[in-house]
């Protein structure tokens, strides 16, 4: 059998992934889209949760589809590419890693420092950056508000996860989206750059952050489709 991971991004829902999802499924995937701790509820529930919740939920859904699967591959937007790609150096085992619009760049320290800032200042919020779509038909379910304390805990995570970024041997797929106003493409670049597993970059020339669910969405399926159809079924 075959299996995927799927992961959401930051403030986002399984409703965000849920298109590609149902794809790899529907291609004979056994798959796990879990929603991440904090999210699905609340930004308040949000800012009591950080990296150590979701790497903590996105193994976990890791165990279970390796459980059943002989070959498996991690799947992830945004935040969830980074913590895809963190599974997939943890476990050399994993047979592909695609991403889409990921973000794996630790922001600069200065910008922490800002954000540190707010907090001890008594602003526990920034605007939310959910449903960067260019579609007009299409939205994002996500939250309105930014917890300060959950981007400071992934920016943290980011830093851990960079150096080992080396142990992705897999063959590696990165979608990304030529205009996206949430995360640089440069991040991108920076994980195609680090991985050791060779590396296929598609760009998607009409869709925002949120590819998912934009107007490349069926090209992004069928290109994550058969990515993971060929990396699972070459052993």
């Not at 995570?157 to 640089?184: I, K, N, T, W, Y």
């Amino acid at each position: 059998m075959i299996g995927a991971v799927v992961l959401h991004g930051l403030t986002g829902s399984t409703q965000s992934v849920a298109g590609l999802a149902g794809a790899l499924a529907a291609a004979g995937f056994e798959v796990e889209a879990p929603m991440l701790p904090g999210h699905g509820t609340s930004p308040e529930d949000l800012a009591r949760h950080g990296w150590a919740d979701w790497v903590a939920a996105a193994e976990a859904s890791y165990a279970l589809v390796a459980a059943r699967c002989d070959r498996v591959v991690a799947v992830g937007l945004s935040m969830g590419g980074a913590l895809a790609a963190g599974i997939a150096a943890a476990h050399p085992e994993v047979a592909g890693l695609a991403v889409v619009n990921p973000l794996v760049d630790p922001p600069a320290p200065a910008f922490r420092s800002a954000l540190e800032g707010f907090l001890a200042a008594g602003e526990p919020f920034l605007p939310g950056v959910g449903s960067d779509i260019a579609d007009p038909d299409a939205r994002e379910v996500a939250y309105d508000r930014l917890p300060i304390a959950a981007l400071l805990s992934m920016s943290l995570g980011l830093e851990d996860l960079l150096p080992r970024l080396a142990g992705v041997r897999c063959p590696v797929l990165v979608l990304s989206s030529r205009h996206d106003h949430v995360v640089p493409s440069v991040s991108g670049d920076v994980l195609a750059d680090a991985v050791t597993g060779p590396v296929e970059r598609v760009w998607l020339e009409r869709s925002f952050h949120v590819a998912t669910l934009d107007l490349d969405r069926d090209e992004l399926e069928r290109r994550v489709v058969e990515f993971a159809t060929r990396t699972t079924s070459n052993w």
